[in-house]
């Protein structure tokens, strides 16, 4: 019996080589250095300098063309920021004119340094509100706001530099690690969170709690009944009307999606005119008040880097800083493949971080690329990052000179504004997908719901990490076996439950492995590969088959096995012979065939067991089968011998 | 072209039988109930009590010959363990005759419940410096010692109840997350620290640091230079030389097994009749001092759990507890794989679990089955668990007649027999092993010979999981992408980097995937396919040949895949597509088809570009290449329309 190929052993190569190679694999999968190979110095400079700055890119082929789009984009962005600015920054327990000066500077930053051409910058919903529970349980906002705003500064500087230095180590992939299920329930709980914390200003209440849990919420509003009022309620209802049938409309008119870009802006000016014009804030209607005229002021100062606070403040920029960029990128990405280019994240990160830093020396809090501004933005027509530049100088005409114009915009309005907001991000659809497709992911999903609503933000993060993490954990810790069967009429060989056809071969066992052999599955593995062949046994037995001689083991799917798993299988050979059958093994990838080898595993078990493919090992088994019938002594001398 | 197998779709199956299909594969690998089956309810209650009391299993059939071989390595055994107990209940600060005691009572639980025919149970110089180090930062052993005598008791009674119930709740793969080079740094550390210990008793010293790690005593010793003894170091320098040259000889001769086994014992009857017969604790030479005679004294009413301590009581029991059964199922393991008998590591961990808390109820600490008692054991020919019987009824005798002799055993000679038990532990030959055959391996285990040395016995622990851990992770997160080539006159496709022989095939890139795609690497293997087009694309380019057509994804290797890895193929698929290719996978698994055909990837891909071989994928593509060959007018519409 001959086989026509060998399973070859990759030639040794030096211990450096490999290493650097694997580094490579890890933290530069994308390559970004690829364009900078073989080029002069001055061209490598130039190429840099594009890197970090994609403005200096797209700059210099800018066309009249793209100028009329980006206006058109950037206008219709701005008038859906300065509403959701100032709504955002009172969600944070901030000033509403951050929200203002925080959709002017970090664009601009953007702009230059950001390389995708869909995203509109600006504050989002869910870092707010992390932000202020987070801060919120060092320092009270109403009793010490100085302190508190110097404190949302200092966060966000620090977020900005954990940003751009993970962006620098290329660690960006650790966003990653949030997936999708994790995402769509996060999202949905802090929604629901975020639209609890608006009963608020649609009650028209003075007094609120800070915990942002459903038990806490539910338990303060129906603690002050007597305290609520319907003037704020009916004009928030109606607002909150206006603004989801406008979205409901312009979903379905897809023309006419300016209506509901607008739709904020417009219930802004109407609420305001209806307070300014009936005194409603001398009713219970509470407003914004004065906003002070003029750019962002200068906060570098206001870092505070030597206060007792200094830990609670890097944990809130990091956690606020992770989830923002997250929200960020996923946008960017989608966007950037609806029109077919690429997003690096790692350098979309340094991006953001910079935008950051920037931003907390100038009176601004967490940005980042939000979906509502960034699908208005697209669905717009904008080209560049350009429409970015656009919004800022809206906003800083606003600034300049409308402040005074949103003295009497009533606070309900913006909650209306907000509550229409997240109503998007609460996506069921996603969830029933997730139910249908995966039931571990939707187990993820709900965890980080029901953690987000009923404990905190930070608590439905940790959970669907965590449970994220032990799905994959449990896949190698109990990999699937299985028994494989001859298709018929082939030399294919396939999982038998799969293809109900497949057949057995008499007096083979081939059991196929289905993830790598670690430390975590040897123990397992052992187990479970004992059990096999006694089922198998008891099955013969039964059923009165030729008695089991072979065990092939199918490698293919084996990634890479460990010290731990090379001990495994030399006690399952052990166990095996002992019972007088033998082992064969099929297909033993590459990496897994150079440990053998070092191992001495491959000397041990002689190089003839081990077969290139499945079809190959069981003719031989075959082969061997076949001689020791027609001479049944050598059978059981063999037997004896081992 | 028509391709003689299709990839099928497993059938649907109900949520609650998959659900208990793999909870089943998760929790009872080993399928212990298996005998259960099919039995009457009276079988069924004898075969549980065989189940939890192994004893009645083997006891109706116990012959003269199994007491006469029990008999001896039980006598054998207890010679090593009286000498070894008292040394470790010093070394873990406790009065020494509790090591005595801790060598009666558990043996005769153990013999009772355990499955193991030659572990011989004992206390451990590993968990007893542990003891000694996570206890003592709460109470002072000198200061307090019946406080801390009650936090032991208490401790171990933890790590039994915490043992038994994780045998109950079948949660005994946990000690499968330490690797065997897990193991291995951690035993060499432990046992460089548990020597370091012993200086003190060498030298003779007084005052000692209750730090462990290396720099810590070696200050402490070099600090007092002045106090050091010779006559206390010459004494133990003797018997060190004495025990390690019977170990030695023994090993050469391995029928004088016994030499090595009784040396201890003899070292210290040589030892206490110099002490005796010179006066030598008058010149320097620490005694044991008085031991009191009389069995275990009952010490259920000493467990404290209203202390203040109580937080730090559970988690040395939790710790002690896991270390203490990973030696011993380790040690039963192995020594069952010898004789070829079957361990279950549940069953094992309830032994145990009991064991510790009859213990703890009767003045022991806690206890395991150390390496060095159940070779001698096994080398004595033991034949079941009545050698832990008779080993138990030898100690009572030494408790009950025989404890005045130990008055004047000196400590240092104590020291010598920790010392050379522990060399063995420092096992060199294995991590040079690991360097071998595998580097990540090798950095695990000196991160935790590092941690353990330098930092304490958690630190070096925890680093070490965590290293080991981050592996079985950065598989999933960066699983290896490669090319596959068509070996020559053949239908198999390999690896083009194993099989340097193998070509690729024209127009067709083959790519292998060999991890399951989780939220993890999506990210990753989309930019890290894209990148593989790219370079196959320049290949192609200066080569000149066929341009590319089509990518074949083969996903044997791809074992499961979550919500996130499917919209990361529907990205690729638009991607490739976009490029105006064509994807086309091969050999999916059940559980990926499975998924794949909910989430409707297969019917908006079509099921005629799933194929279930390699092979019949490339003569696929190549049966389209060539029709589009001949009407290259076809090509460029298909690449119009996509």
Redesign the interface.
């Known amino acids: 019996m001959e086989c ?2 060998r399973v ?1 052993i ?1 030639p040794p190569q030096p ?1 450096v080589k490999s ?1 650097k190679c694997s580094l490579k ?2 933290f530069f ?3 970004p250095l690829r364009q900078f190979k073989n080029q002069p110095p001055s061209r490598k400079l130039v190429l840099g300098l594009h890197y970090f700055f994609p403005i200096l890119q797209w700059a210099p082929r800018y066309t009249f063309e793209f100028l009329k789009s980006d206006l058109v984009s950037g206008i219709t962005v701005a008038s859906l920021a300065i509403p959701q600015g100032i709504s955002y920054a009172k969600l944070a327990n901030l000033p509403p004119i951050l929200g203002l000066y925080s959709s002017f500077v970090p664009p601009l930053a953007y702009a230059m340094m950001g390389s995708s051409r869909d995203l509109a910058v600006g504050t989002v919903a869910v870092p707010s509100l992390l932000l202020a529970s987070m801060l919120g349980n060092e320092v009270n906002a109403n009793e010490n706001p100085k302190l508190y705003l110097h404190l949302a500064f200092t966060a966000t500087f620090f977020a900005g530099v954990f940003q751009a230095s993970l962006g620098l180590l290329r660690l960006g ?1 650790i966003v ?7 995402i769509v329930g996060f999202m949905a709980g802090a929604a629901t969170v975020v639209c609890l914390q608006q009963l608020k200003e649609i009650l028209g209440l003075d007094q609120f709690t800070h915990a942002t849990d459903l038990v806490s919420v539910l338990r303060s509003v129906f603690s002050q009944t007597h305290e609520w009022r319907w003037e704020s309620g009916v004009l928030g209802c109606c607002s909150l009307f206006f603004l989801i049938s406008t979205r409901y409309f312009s979903k379905r008119k897809p023309n006419f999606f300016w209506i509901s870009a607008i739709a904020p802006l417009t219930s802004v000016v109407l609420g305001s005119l209806l307070v300014y014009l009936i005194h409603a804030e001398k009713h219970g209607v509470q407003v914004v008040g004065e906003l002070k005229k003029g750019l962002n002021p200068v906060s570098l100062g206001d870092l505070e880097f030597f206060s007792p606070y200094l830990k609670a403040t890097i944990k809130t920029g990091i956690i606020t800083g992770v989830i923002g960029f997250a929200e960020g990128i996923a946008v960017g990405r989608s966007f950037a ?1 609806f029109k ?1 280019y ?1 997003i690096d ?1 790692n350098k979309e990160m340094i991006a953001f971080g910079m935008m950051n830093i920037a931003g907390s020396c100038t009176s601004c809090y967490l940005t980042t690329g939000p979906f509502s501004r960034a699908a208005v933005n697209y669905s717009a027509g904008c080209k560049t990052a350009l429409s970015n530049i656009v919004m800022a100088i809206a906003v800083m005409f606003t600034l300049l000179f409308l402040t005074p114009l949103f003295h009497y915009t009533p606070l309900v309005v913006l909650a209306a504004i907000i509550i229409s907001a997240m109503l998007c991000l609460i996506d069921y659809e996603a969830a029933i ?2 139910w ?6 939707f187990v993820v999903c709900i965890s980080a719901y029901i953690g987000v609503v009923f404990g905190s933000v930070e608590i439905g993060l940790v959970i669907a990490m965590a449970i ?2 032990l ?10 076996t299985m028994v494989l069967g001859n ?1 018929p ?2 030399t ?1 060989f ?2 038998a ?3 109900p056809n497949a057949s057995n071969v008499p007096g083979v066992l081939i059991l196929q492995i ?3 052999i ?7 593995l052992r ?2 590969i ?2 096999w062949i006694d089922e198998e046994e008891d099955r013969i037995k039964s059923s009165g088959e030729t008695c089991l001689q072979y065990v092939i083991m199918v490698m ?2 084996v ?2 096995i ?3 798993g ?2 495994m299988l030399e ?1 399952i050979k ?2 095996i012979d ?1 019972r007088g059958l033998k082992l064969v093994l099929a297909n033993p ?3 897994v ?1 150079k ?1 053998l080898h ?2 001495k595993f491959v000397e041990n078990m002689g190089q003839e067991c081990i077969y ?2 499945v079809g190959e090992a069981v003719a031989g088994c075959k082969y061997m089968l076949q001689t020791c019938k027609s001479n049944p002594v050598i059978v059981a001398e063999t037997r004896n011998l081992t």
């Open positions: 026509t190929h070859a990759p211990f290493l694999e890890t999968p994308d390559d992939f990653d690690f949030l997936s999708h299920a994790t493949m077919n690429h994240g997908h997730l249908q497709v995966d039931k571990f992911d994220s993490l799905r994959v954990l449990l896949f190698i810790a109990r990999p699937r298709l009429n082939s294919i396939r999982n439950e799969q293809y289905d993830a790598p670690y430390f975590v599955n040897a123990s397992y187990e479970r004992a059990r293919s799917a990634g890479n460990d010290t731990s090379i001990s006690e052990k166990a002992r990838g590459g990496e065939m440990k070092k191992s290139l493919t």
